[in-house]
């Protein structure tokens, strides 16, 4: 981390008493789509569909202007002076219809662990690591409840950022384990999808 002659501290993530927002801002957000399903020729779209948030929630709090300063990274991690660590994880929601909506969403954690995933991230390493950190953005159907939980993340595929598997907390080891009502899930994301 050459940018970073001193590490950053931990991931400052404070669950937010206001009221929970009901959409997400295309700024803060943006829908992927690639490629058609094999079986019955849609977009992938309407089977695996993916939200990636841009920066993690508490970044999004710095005026653009002071960002340049202020930040080290790129999309998969970030160093935020006074702000804390991120890595970017994945969290896919599997669906009653068969479907799923991943998360492209990012992780509070340890100055520690963002460098040594600095250090193995294209590495044979990578495989094999796991890390805990604090999920650093709102999801809209869970508004309130998994902002800065517990998580637990590990890569699936050496080419893709980590997943999270699992979670002391409550929500978000549902959200990780069991299937979910499209209707919702899906709503607050409707302009995007």
């Excluded at 590490?7 to 992927?32: D, N």
């Amino acid at each position: 981390m050459s940018h970073c002659e001193t590490p950053p501290r931990r991931a400052r993530i404070r669950r937010k008493q206001a009221a929970p927002r009901s959409t997400m801002c295309a700024s803060e957000v943006e829908y992927l789509v690639t490629g058609t399903c094999p079986s019955c020729g849609s977009p992938l779209s309407h089977h695996d569909r993916h939200i990636r948030f841009r920066l993690p929630d508490p970044v999004l709090e710095v005026p653009e202007e002071e960002r340049p300063d202020r930040f080290w990274g790129n999309d998969l991690m970030l160093a935020a002076k006074d702000l804390g660590s991120f890595v970017r994880a994945l969290l896919p929601v599997h669906l009653h219809d068969g479907g799923s909506l991943t998360f492209g969403l990012w992780l509070g954690v340890h100055p520690d662990t963002l460098r040594h995933l600095w250090e193995v991230w294209w590495e044979p390493e990578y495989a094999e690591v796991s890390f805990s950190g604090y999920i650093a953005n709102e999801l809209i159907p869970w508004s309130g409840s998994v902002l800065a939980m517990p998580v637990t993340a590990a890569p699936r595929d050496p080419d893709a950022a980590p997943y999270v598997i699992g979670s002391k907390d409550f929500t978000v080891h549902r959200i990780v384990t069991e299937e979910w009502d499209p209707q919702h899930v899906l709503p607050p994301y409707a302009h995007l999808l």
